[in-house]
């Protein structure tokens, strides 16, 4: 194994390249690379970390290794040699799944955490699907639900206010915690975030949020209620690539498409205006309307990919 700041031979790629090309996460790869040393960056003279490309066929045997059951601390600092033994000690995994969305009883187990204001085990049952879920897997498969279902329970009574603020206290502190190291990380390009007046949650934000960093997106995260030509004025003081608002279904309508327009208006062009959310509208020009946090996903992700490019 090269160990750090020997040369290597052959094309470098950046980290999310090298994410892609082995299906290694990048928070991942930037773990091994601080706990055991592997893989090996080297330095652009911009400062860029890129990694050569002979990393991939070791970070696809480690994969394998890790899919056969051994931990991270065996086989990621281990010699080839150590590695080949471990591959050969133990039967093939068979195919990884993706990870299901969890079923009405998952949903139903973490409502009876929030029906019961046991913080603990609400915190502890995240901790366990975060940990087995990318992070737009986790926004969109597990909080978004529970959210959601929160929400029915609300209106048809089986839930009382406190609870909603109890849930929203509770995930937002948890959802900030998983966000802000992946934050620390981003080098793509600068997202501002924030919701219309009259927006008081800020669930939906707090997701938005968490999946732009885990693709790579810097952000400015504002809140809510931010008024529309204050957050004009600062995604074009900042130069933002663009500028993106959460709508729930208590605050869309006409007053918060007005309000859109008014904000388009107000932007550089360059700077994108990206809206979803429950009440966000089908359709508005010069919007950039994504349906869900995949969409925000793959749109995040292409933006990085493309701010990749033009440093190399």
Not at 242 to 249: C, D, I, K, T
Not at 263 to 290: C, F, T
């Amino acid at each position: 194994m090269k160990r750090r700041g020997e040369a290597d031979d052959g094309p470098r790629l950046s980290i999310g390249a090298l994410s892609r090309a082995t299906g290694v996460p990048v928070e991942t790869l930037r773990t091994w690379e601080a706990r055991y040393g592997f893989p090996v960056p080297e330095r652009k003279p911009s400062g860029h970390r890129v990694y050569p490309t002979s990393s991939i066929p070791r970070l696809l045997r480690i994969a394998e290794a890790l899919a056969r059951g051994h931990r991270a601390g065996q086989v990621v600092a281990a010699s080839d040699a150590a590695l080949d033994e471990l591959l050969q000690s133990t039967p093939a995994a068979p195919a990884l799944q993706p990870a299901a969305p969890p079923d009405q009883r998952s949903t139903a187990d973490l409502l009876d955490h929030v029906a019961r204001f046991d913080a603990d085990r609400l915190t502890r049952a995240l901790l366990a699907e975060w940990a087995r879920r990318s992070p737009v897997e986790f926004a969109a498969d597990v909080i978004a639900p529970l959210v959601r279902e929160a929400g029915n329970a609300w209106a048809e009574k089986r839930l009382e206010i406190r609870h909603e603020h109890f849930l929203s206290e509770r995930v937002g502190d948890l959802l900030r915690s998983l966000r802000l190291p992946l934050e620390e990380r981003a080098r793509g390009p600068l997202v501002v975030l924030g919701s219309l007046p009259g927006e008081s949650h800020s669930l939906g934000l707090q997701m938005v949020a968490l999946v732009l960093a885990a693709a790579g997106c810097r952000l400015l995260f504002l809140g809510t209620e931010v008024p529309p030509e204050q957050m004009a004025a600062l995604a074009r003081d900042l130069g933002a690539r663009a500028l993106g608002l959460s709508v729930s279904s208590a605050t869309g309508g006409a007053a918060a498409n007005a309000q859109l327009r008014r904000l388009r208006a107000a932007l550089p062009r360059r700077v994108q205006l990206l809206v979803g959310g429950a009440g966000a509208p089908k359709k508005g020009d010069g919007l950039e309307i994504l349906v869900d946090l995949r969409a925000l996903d793959a749109w995040a992700r292409e933006r990085v990919a493309r701010a990749e490019s033009a440093l190399a």
